[in-house]
């Protein structure tokens, strides 16, 4: 929906941390892009799944993102609209989905070279569309008209699909939405501090973020203690060695 239809604003809404949101495991996440790398088919669209698995992002800021709102040399990636297209097959520009959702975004090497390899691939329509202003979308439909949320899903679907009727091991559901939960439950499992992680989700509500860490479980705090105790023991190491003169 693109707008509340009532004449009032929900308050006090609690979070359901009762259910795991949706999120595939790392070992899973290597085998689809490894999977999307190597298939002949799909291959040309490696780059944004990768991107979709580690940045986090909705998929239609994805959709909205420009050639200005990528710094490559700064490695930022500018997230302040969305692209979305009504059920009157309207294509509109909209804010972020809360003012939390406008955020620069850092990105690392490997994903600024995925956005570097896909703007050197972008083929230019012959008339550059513009939607309330923006134009210059990373993908575009063969009508000239940028890809949405819709088209991606699509993919997705197909790419899962392709890949259960190849491997005897399948795939669970993978859309660009459980991506977003797949970084989101990554970067919890690796330590980052929650509300680091809600300012790169675009969380307005930090419960919605912490609702990742209630599902850590026995394995994560093992990990967790492992990685704590590590410099320790090295450093006990060190104080063993006898002094060089």
Known sequence: MNKNPFGFQLAGVVVNDSVT???ISREQMRQFLKFVH???CYCKYYEVVYIL???GMRISEFCGLTLKDIDLENRIVNIDHQLQRTSELEYIVESTKTNSGTRKLPITEDVA???AAIIEDREPPAVEKFIDGYGGFLFYD???MPLVAMHWEHRFNNMVDRCNSIYKIQMPNITPHVCRHTYCSNQAKSGMNPKTLQYLMG???IGVTMNVYTHLG???AADELKRIEAPLLARKEIEKKPEKA
């Open 218 to 220: 026995l394995e994560d």
């Open 38 to 40: 190597d298939d002949n």
């Open 113 to 115: 070279q995925c956005f």
């Open 21 to 23: 949101r949706e999120a």
């Open 142 to 144: 063969d009508k000239c």
């Open 203 to 205: 969380h307005s509500d």
């Open 53 to 55: 698995f580690h940045t």
